[in-house]
């Protein structure tokens, strides 16, 4: 839930950015050889610009989308990320009743070898070129790869985490200056590696600038327009903000040395966790870069023995094991290794590979000045506007518009500037009110008319309710039959509500959801797929509650009449329709929290309070905890006190399970421990063929919800509007998905 409430900050602090709209250009132009039209510029709206540009170490959801453009994926995954192992042949696939080719920069070959081991045999095309002219080779692809995996590496992607073979042994002998001065402790006396100067400069700038930047979090966390109250101390804050271990006394340092502990004092990656302020801001630059200084402290492997270059088009990496993800990684973009790096450096045979180990401090550099072999080229960052051109060497065809500038923009003007004339693209928060406002600029037309079109997508995540099994559970034994009854009689009734609650909250814009996935992943169950069912719409005998064409108060009825044969098989006392009496470690009575804001705004709310009405009719107390202060809702359930309480995950492009729901899951917080459930968790990670994966992931999803600790709610609707009196709307890509936008296929979108 961490990535939710950053999220929610991150849009907070979009609202109050400064905004600087660049005005597009409606007049006729000539069309040149390099595509496009020679005046025009497609004027695109973002928030959040940080200006890291560069794609080893770009962070903002912003920043992303400008590296998108000047770069390419060596990588490329469908509508429902499935990966595209023959991007240069080109891969035709099957969505929503319409095939598309998907064509990319590589084929990745995989092969599980009889040792164990997988290889990824990977080959590039012959024609890419880098914005500069530079062709692309394998060899910048090996300079990208040693870049992610070195040790002083502090961007945000973890390919160095992966089992590839020899990369332990290679970052071996090797940790940040900040990393050996933060765990050695402030009564350090071994300067074997650092001098006392550096020590007492590290802990000086922690007490001050580090103390300052935790501050600041418990001051947001703090403010009652936060949902939070003057008096939370700073554990309490810092349990919000997913640290939920500091002892009751802490103070803010101890809330900032708690963090540099969890990044391995990283300064870069701890920016993650601002409330506003950057630490760079805050702490001197000399110490603020021993985060990303290399200190040797043993021997180390000269390179590593997975990654094997096979000629100037085609290498191979080789890992221990399977590991479904590992795919997923070579999705990275392919920087110029000289550009990026230093070209004497790099010498392949000899373990030379465009930089000093420890040492990216040239392609840190070019942060601001990204160079790709994207559609466009990165021109320049003003004003709060990013410039980019037409890549005429595109390798899927030069773009048909000539400029794209990439604008921070408030959430408030997106619409109207669309509208307006100042904005071509935009993605506001999608809702109700945005449908109804949209609708009325087209002059009552709907979402998509003669001035605006809407283009509608699956959230790459959903809502969900979830239960403690610990908490809620019979004679303290939470995987019995009972226990699992026992949750399966409270979800039965609230899961009757969800499409009148959803339809009032959401109108058409999201939809009621059954396993717990989002809808946009390719594993997600389809309705026509063998087995499908409605959660929780059978009684404790496996019969149907619901028929079709039934009314809405008949299926409330049907809901109560289920959840009594559930109640009574978890040992309740059950007689003329009422639950009198609770078996030993259950009770009559149980509460959900919702951070409703104190004021019942929240999708799942109003299903709740629905949901405890009828509970009341059959002597069961349901309560619903509308908890004003957002902090208090995470500590809740991450501090396992919360019976049961309602969420939010944002998926990733792989659906692996472990996380949430292996009984070793960092996030496990529905208390599940279920050796099946385990068993498929694990086979999943360790298959490669994503059809035997989504029978393994429907198979275990059926044990979740056989266990009653999730009940799926809603999956809402993201969306992307359009200038219909600027933009060509039939060259804007359609049937779009979380993971395949209008931005793949930049090249191809038209102004009028």
């Known amino acids: ?196 100067e550096q020590q007492d400069a590290f802990w000086a700038a922690v007490d001050d600038g580090g103390t300052k930047f935790a501050q600041e979090i418990v001051d947001y966390m703090k403010d009652p327009a936060n949902g939070g109250s003057e008096d939370m101390t700073v554990a309490e804050a810092a349990a919000g903000w997913n640290y939920p271990d500091l002892p009751a006394d802490a103070t803010a340092t101890d809330f900032f040395e708690a963090i540099g502990a969890a990044y391995d004092w990283n300064f870069a990656a701890c920016e993650a966790e601002t409330a506003g302020t950057a630490l760079s801001e805050l702490i001197p630059e000399d110490v603020y870069n021993m985060g990303s200084q290399g200190v040797e402290t043993g021997d180390a492997a000269a390179n590593i023995s997975g990654i094997v270059r096979n000629d100037d088009y085609s290498m191979t990496i080789t890992t221990n094991g399977i590991d479904a993800t590992m795919i997923y990684q070579l999705s990275l973009a392919p920087c110029c290794k000289s550009y990026y790096g230093d070209p004497d450096l790099y010498d392949y045979e000899n373990n030379s590979f465009g930089f000093p180990k420890g040492d990216l401090s040239i392609a840190r550099s070019h942060n601001g000045s990204p160079m790709g072999s994207g559609a466009f080229k990165f021109d320049d960052y003003t004003n709060g506007t990013v410039h980019l051109s037409a890549n005429a060497d595109y390798y899927k065809g030069a773009p048909k518009v000539s400029n794209l500038n990439v604008v921070e923009s408030q959430e408030a003007d997106l619409i109207t500037g669309v509208q307006a004339g100042t904005l071509d693209v935009a993605a506001p928060s999608y809702s109700m009110e945005v ?79 059954n396993y717990p996935i989002s809808t946009s992943s390719w594993a997600s169950p389809n309705v026509t797929d063998p087995g499908y069912q409605v959660c929780y719409s059978t009684d404790a005998s496996g019969n149907p509650l619901y028929t079709d064409g039934m009314s809405d108060d008949d299926k409330y009825a049907a809901a109560l009449e289920g959840a009594l044969t559930w109640f009574e098989a978890a040992g309740f006392t059950v007689a003329d329709g009422q639950v009198t009496a609770a078996p030993a470690g259950a009770k009559l009575e149980y509460q959900c929290n919702v951070g409703a804001g104190g004021q019942g705004d929240h999708p799942t709310f109003m299903i709740l309070q629905e949901a405890a009405d009828a509970f009341a009719q059959i002597g069961i107390t349901f309560t619903v905890n509308d908890i004003a202060n957002a902090s208090d809702l995470f500590a809740s359930y991450q501090s396992n006190q919360a019976e049961l309480w309602c969420a939010a995950w944002q998926s990733t492009a792989d659906p692996d399970m472990y996380q949430l729901y292996h009984s070793n899951g960092s996030t496990n917080y529905y208390m599940i421990d279920d050796a099946d459930l385990d068993e498929l968790i694990e086979a999943g990670r360790q298959s490669l063929d994503t059809e035997s994966r989504k029978t393994i992931y429907k198979e275990a999803m059926d044990i979740i919800l056989d266990w009653g600790v999730e009940l799926p709610v809603y999956q809402r609707s993201e969306c992307t509007i359009f200038s219909t009196e600027r933009v060509n709307i039939d060259s804007v890509v359609k049937d779009q998905t979380p993971y395949w936008g209008w931005k793949d296929e930049i090249e191809k979108l038209e102004l009028k």
């Open 1 to 196: 839930m961490l990535v939710t409430r950053r999220k929610m900050l991150g849009l907070s602090a979009a609202t109050m950015g400064a905004l600087a709209l660049a005005a597009c250009n409606n007049g006729g132009g000539s069309t040149t050889d390099e595509g496009g039209s020679s005046d025009k510029a497609l004027v695109v709206a973002t928030s959040g610009l940080e200006g890291k540009f560069c794609p080893l170490f770009t962070a903002s959801a912003a920043d992303q989308d400008v590296v998108s453009f000047n770069n390419v994926a060596l990588l490329i995954t469908d509508r429902m990320a499935e990966p595209i192992y023959n991007g240069i042949d080109g891969e035709t696939k099957e969505y929503n009743g319409t095939e598309y080719t998907y064509n990319g920069p590589a084929n990745v070959t995989l092969t599980e070898q009889a040792d164990g081991t997988v290889t990824y045999d990977v080959q590039i095309r012959d024609d890419l070129k880098f914005h500069d002219g530079t062709p692309m080779t394998i060899d910048d692809v090996i300079f990208t790869l040693y870049a992610y995996v070195d040790p002083t590496y502090d961007g945000s992607a973890t390919l160095y985490s992966n089992d590839i073979q020899g990369l332990a042994e290679y970052r071996s002998g090797m940790s940040t200056l900040a990393s050996l001065i933060g765990n050695a402790g402030r009564d350090n006396t071994d300067f074997t590696y650092f001098t006392q």
């Open 435 to 513: 449908a109804d406002q949209i609708t009325e600029i087209n002059g009552g037309e709907g979402v998509t008319g003669s001035v605006i079109s809407t283009f509608l997508h699956d959230y790459r995540g959903y809502g969900y309710v979830a239960a403690a099994a610990n908490k809620v559970c019979v004679n303290n034994e939470p995987g019995s039959d009972a226990s699992k009854a026992l949750r399966k009689a409270l979800f039965t009734v609230i899961a009757a509500y969800r499409d009148s609650g959803i339809a009032s909250y959401y109108g058409d814009t999201a939809s009621v959801l």
